[in-house]
């Protein structure tokens, strides 16, 4: 039975997220920050896939247990594909959400096509290594100013048809319920019961096997012993 899966995350309203989607299953959600200070991963991969992978098997090798973790971003099609898997990092390492926004909205001065996407990949991995993967995407269009107090990231300057106002201009709640992590997100808890079958199974394989004892059995120790 797995009583425990830990994502990948110090962000409580993350976490918090999670644990209401399953909030009728067994299982217990952690988060790396239960278990103090971990060992950092770098996130170098080329694709969403890679890193949110990269991610989660990291800390399910290290802790021993299995660990969800996501990678998201925004998808310019005017930018070919940037900001992406650096969007994080897109106007600098230590780069506020005003920077990251006032850096794309100069990029995309005079650019006629205004679509974007937002991406996420989420990724279940074992100690062992196996994984599982689900993906989430929302499609809208870059506004040229910023909008709206709300939210995080690109927010401000993320324009969603079916609202008709940008991501920081609606509650939390109405973004969850649309946005590319909550999408991912709501893949995963759908098939969480097959997910834990699944786990089940690959756990039961990684499980180191019990020695043979009879490879013991009528062995003369007198020479090891000295």
């Known amino acids: 039975m797995i009583n ?9 309203n993350k976490v918090k997220e999670l644990k209401e989607l399953l909030r009728d299953s067994p299982v217990e959600i952690k988060c790396v920050a239960d278990y103090g200070p971990l060992p950092e991963v770098v996130e170098d991969g080329e694709t969403f896939e890679e890193n949110a992978y990269k991610k989660a098997h990291h800390y399910a090798r290290i802790l021993g247990l299995p660990c969800l973790a996501d ?3 925004l998808v310019v099609e005017a930018l070919d594909g940037r900001p992406g898997v650096h969007s994080a990092r897109y106007a600098g390492e230590n780069a506020t959400d005003f920077e990251k926004c006032d850096k794309l909205l100069k990029e995309m001065l005079g650019k006629n096509n205004r679509k974007a996407c937002f991406e996420c990949v989420l990724s279940l991995a074992t100690p062992g ?9 929302c499609e809208g269009v870059i506004t040229e100013e910023r909008h709206g107090e709300s939210g995080f990231g690109y927010d401000p300057v993320f324009y969603y048809p079916e609202f008709g106002k940008t991501f920081a201009e609606v509650s939390m709640e109405e973004k969850n319920r649309v946005s590319h992590r ?11 019961d097959n997910v ?3 786990l089940g199974h690959r756990l039961l ?9 009879k490879q013991f059995e009528n062995k003369d120790w007198s020479d090891e012993m000295g």
């Not at 425990?4 to 409580?12: G, P, R």
């Not at 909550?182 to 969480?192: I, K, N, S, Y």
């Open 196 to 198: 834990l079958i699944w």
């Open 129 to 137: 290594g196996p994984a599982l993967t689900w993906e989430g995407s």
């Open 4 to 12: 425990i899966i830990v994502l990948a995350t110090n962000n409580k």
């Open 205 to 213: 394989e990684q499980k180191p096997q019990k020695p043979d004892h």
């Open 71 to 73: 990678d998201s971003g």
């Open 182 to 192: 909550g999408r991912a997100l709501h893949e995963f808890a759908a098939e969480f």
